[in-house]
């Protein structure tokens, strides 16, 4: 086998062997806390900012109370 038979190969299954990959629309953020640290993701929530760009996010409180219990 050549070279560019090979190359060429190579380059065709690149080319068409992959198929296309879609970035996920739909996220959960998980918060422990109502905190100054969750305040910049509720103003984009607000603001509707994660709309503007095509991701809807839902933003859930979780309750870890019975997780460090249980630990």
């Known amino acids: ?3 560019s038979f090979v190359a060429m190969t ?3 299954v ?3 062997g992959a198929p296309p990959v ?3 629309t739909r996220i959960t953020i998980g918060v422990a806390a109502m905190s ?3 305040i910049p993701l509720l103003v984009v929530q607000e603001r ?3 709309a503007k760009h095509g991701i809807e996010a839902r933003i859930v409180l979780i309750k870890a109370r019975r ?3 249980q630990a």
């Open 1 to 3: 086998m050549s070279a």
């Open 10 to 12: 190579i380059w065709l």
């Open 67 to 69: 997780l460090w219990s």
């Open 14 to 16: 690149g080319l068409f």
């Open 48 to 50: 509707g900012l994660f």
């Open 22 to 24: 879609f970035a996920q």
């Open 36 to 38: 100054p640290r969750t």
